[in-house]
């Protein structure tokens, strides 16, 4: 059986893919990046804002047009929240919540009738590894969140914190790394929350990872700036550990925040950054602002602004507030105007743009390790211009000869430009 596996929006929907594509495999059953080609289909639906469950909405009805024979099985935050619109949207032949994702494959197997015989029963399954190419993987070591941010319904979608047990995320971090990944991503919903049900803590985890595997290149994904231990920012002098986090902010103003219940003051959250920067010469620090929260006076947002400004991003997530159903921020008063939020929004954007090329142009000069991808352009010159991520998460162009071959190779490049979408370099002979 072909099976088609798609997303929409976190990084943890992206990990629990590729949990189901090695299961899956294991299962005996075949991976393949065509809908059209698919026989089930399976999609972790979103629901963070209503543009991302009309999204998900919108997604299932289209993948059930374009293959109406394929079985298709949603699950992710928009089916949880939303389980008996999702069962009744055309095509969909099973929903599987988010407390039932980790027996997602078995139940779709079992209650489906597509049970099969391993084909590879013998071989080393690869993991289907599909937004970040071959060289990477996201690692779900942690879900669920004790904390109840005002405009946050995922929480709810995906219950209490549990987290993985360390010898667990380090056998499947050495199974990535023996076929072939170089580079892998941890990720949770309170990913800063990990081991709160061990007796452990995050920067317990990374130690292990460090000690226990041989993984080149190890990231955090989306980190709470809460909660973090006092030997956190430690981990940064090893070098295999990537020295950007994104931290989101939400608002640089504190009358917002605690509107928000948000666990971080603009005090603690620059005293963080303060202590990323010394410790590391160009950190990225990227982070989330949502524009237009309810109550948000001019002065609170120009507050919000400057501290923004004040702190410089590498790149801003920037979310115009939509009011969710079920979230205590939908019943607070005094609704921002959906002209002010845009206008704050475009105001927004502006500034992350200039914050952006400024931290591409303060690395210009610099030598970095890049781990370079598959997906590369042919030049009208018979050359290539192939793509890779700087330590500190820059994404970078080079050209090279149409006969090299960098595919999942660490090569240290120099940054020469700043490019469009990148930073553009040379590779150091």
């Given at each position: 059986m072909k099976v088609h596996?798609?997303?929409?929006?976190?990084?943890?929907?992206?990990?629990?893919?590729?949990?189901?594509?090695?299961?899956?495999?294991?299962?005996?059953?075949q991976i393949t990046r065509q809908a059209q080609a698919a026989n089930l289909i399976v999609i972790n639906s979103c629901a963070v804002t209503q543009d991302a469950a009309r999204k998900s909405r919108n997604l299932i009805r289209k993948i059930h047009r374009d293959n109406p024979q394929a079985k298709l099985v949603v699950s992710?935050?928009?089916?949880?929240?939303?389980?008996?619109?999702?069962?009744?949207?055309?095509?969909?032949?099973?929903?599987?919540?988010?407390?039932?994702?980790?027996?997602?494959?078995?139940?779709?197997?079992?209650?489906?009738?597509?049970?099969?015989?391993?084909?590879m029963s013998t071989e080393p399954?690869?993991?289907?590894?599909?937004?970040?190419?071959?060289?990477?993987?996201?690692?779900?070591?942690?879900?669920?969140?004790?904390?109840?941010?005002?405009?946050?319904?995922?929480t709810v979608a995906r219950g209490e914190e549990v987290s993985r047990p360390v010898h667990l995320v380090i056998d499947e971090i050495n199974a990535l790394q023996k076929q072939g990944i170089n580079e892998v991503i941890l990720t949770g919903v309170h990913l800063g929350g990990y081991g709160s049900d061990l007796d452990n803590n995050l920067a317990g985890l990374i130690k292990a990872i460090l000690a226990e595997t041989d993984i080149p290149r190890l990231r955090l994904g989306s980190l709470e700036p809460w909660e973090l231990p006092g030997d956190f920012f430690e981990l940064f002098r090893n070098p295999r550990l990537m020295p950007h986090l994104h931290l989101p902010l939400q608002s640089g103003s504190d009358t917002v925040l605690r509107r928000m219940a948000r666990r971080c003051k603009t005090?603690?959250?620059?005293?963080?950054?303060?202590?990323?920067r010394t410790q590391i010469p160009h950190f990225n620090i990227t982070t989330d602002i949502i524009a237009g929260f309810p109550g948000e006076t001019e002065q609170e947002w120009q507050n919000s602004f400057d501290f923004i400004k004040q702190t410089g991003f590498g790149h801003i997530h920037i979310f115009t507030y939509s009011s969710r159903e079920g979230t205590k921020a939908a019943t607070l008063p005094n609704q921002?105007?959906?002209?002010?939020?845009?206008?704050?929004?475009r105001q927004l954007h502006q500034l992350a743009d200039e914050m952006k090329l400024k931290f591409c142009r303060d690395n210009i000069g610099n030598e970095f390790p890049v781990l370079w991808e598959g997906y590369s352009e042919p030049l009208e010159n018979g050359k290539l211009r192939v793509f890779g991520y700087t330590p500190n998460y820059l994404r970078v162009a080079c050209v090279i000869g149409n006969y090299e071959s960098v595919e999942n190779q660490t090569i240290n490049c120099v940054i020469t430009a700043v490019g469009e979408n990148c930073v553009t370099g040379k590779l150091v002979e």
């Open positions: 596996l798609k997303t929409l929006g976190c990084r943890l929907n992206e990990a629990e893919l590729e949990t189901w594509a090695q299961a899956f495999q294991k299962s005996g059953h992710g935050c928009y089916a949880t929240l939303n389980q008996d619109e999702a069962a009744s949207l055309m095509g969909v032949d099973l929903v599987v919540s988010n407390k039932d994702k980790e027996q997602l494959v078995e139940k779709t197997l079992t209650g489906l009738n597509m049970d099969a015989m391993p084909a399954g690869e993991i289907s590894l599909f937004t970040r190419g071959r060289q990477r993987a996201f690692v779900k070591v942690q879900d669920g969140c004790r904390y109840r941010c005002t405009f946050c319904i995922v005090e603690e959250f620059a005293d963080i950054v303060g202590k990323l921002v105007a959906d002209e002010i939020k845009r206008q704050r929004s």
